[in-house]
């Protein structure tokens, strides 16, 4: 089977630094292609951020310059560094990856940005 996880949230005062963690498993799987999403009590889910295959990397207008997206391929992992946070930041933020045709999603890590 195919996991996807996702670690690191927690609260935080605004102004301050998480670093989330997704992680991959499964026989035969590799992660190259990954997106980082949150979605906010009452709205819609976003992408926050995205590294291809290839490197290149995408990221919200609204978090700019303040994430910042990597992955890790031998280690099937993705990190997104998250500084100068802001309550608006506050979310669920989900992991997925795309292999072989799908997206494979984590279960999600809570971010509460508050004083």
């Known amino acids: 089977q195919v996991q996807v996880s996702e670690s690191g949230g927690g609260l935080v005062q605004p102004g301050g630094s998480l670093r989330l963690s997704c992680a991959a498993s499964?026989?035969?799987?590799?992660?190259?292609?990954v997106a980082w999403y949150r979605q906010a009590p009452g709205k819609q889910r976003e992408l926050v951020a995205r590294?291809?295959?290839?490197?290149?990397?995408d990221y919200l207008e609204s978090v700019k310059g303040r994430f910042t997206i990597s992955r890790d391929i031998r280690r099937l992992t993705s990190d997104l560094q998250m500084n100068s946070l802001k309550p608006e930041d506050t979310a669920d933020y989900y992991c997925?990856?795309?292999?072989?045709?799908?997206?494979?999603w984590g279960q999600g890590t809570q971010v509460t940005v508050s004083s």
């Open positions: 997925a990856t795309f292999f072989r045709g799908r997206w494979y």
């Open positions: 590294i291809y295959g290839g490197g290149q990397t």
């Open positions: 499964g026989r035969g799987f590799s992660i190259n292609d």
